[in-house]
């Protein structure tokens, strides 16, 4: 059973959360680049924390959309993950995260990886548990809102969870009344 007590929505903005890590030779593969699966990890933490700050509840990860390099991330490298919640559904939010890859001998900066995470939250007894509702506040807030619901149907339909003829906003797209 869902917990159901009355709770306001939250700005998506106080989920915001920034996590940085140096890329040491233990995170590195032969080419001296960032293992994508240490990134993964790392993205996860990341993402889980700015769950958790939504619904300030423990969270588990449900599922992580694609996940492609832009440019590789090199030994030495800092990385700056920032993750926000973009929407809350019934029991799980989307979060969206940025790795920034930078160079510290330079100081230059550039986006390395976007990926969409979707956390569950979890009561006591590691039920799922309702969370409060998202306000998108900014252009990118409000852009990424709206578009969760099409993103979370794919993923539904992915998994097996839902038919794609019950995929409403995605047939949307496609198929004019």
């Known amino acids: 059973m869902l917990q159901t007590t009355s709770m306001e929505a939250r700005k998506a903005i106080d989920s915001f959360t920034t ?32 769950a958790s700050k939504h619904c300030n509840s423990a969270c588990m990860t449900a599922s992580v959309d694609n996940l492609s390099f832009k440019t590789p991330i090199r030994l030495g490298n800092v990385i700056c993950i920032e993750a926000r919640v973009t929407r809350a559904f019934t029991t799980s939010m989307e979060i969206h995260l940025k790795v920034w890859n930078q160079n510290m001998i330079t100081q230059s900066r550039e986006l390395s990886n976007e990926a969409f995470f979707t956390f569950v939250a979890l009561d006591e007894n590691k039920k799922p548990k309702k969370v409060p509702a998202i ?5 990118e807030e409000i852009k990424f809102y709206e578009s969760a619901l099409r993103r979370r149907q794919l993923r539904l339909i992915l998994s097996g969870k839902m038919k794609p003829d019950d995929a409403t906003e995605l047939k949307a797209l496609f198929i004019k009344d």
């Open 135 to 139: 306000i998108a506040e900014s252009e």
């Open 19 to 50: 996590m940085n890590e140096l890329v040491l030779p233990n995170d590195t593969n032969t080419f001296g680049d960032l293992m994508g699966g240490k990134l993964m990890y790392w993205m996860d933490i990341a993402a889980y924390l700015s």
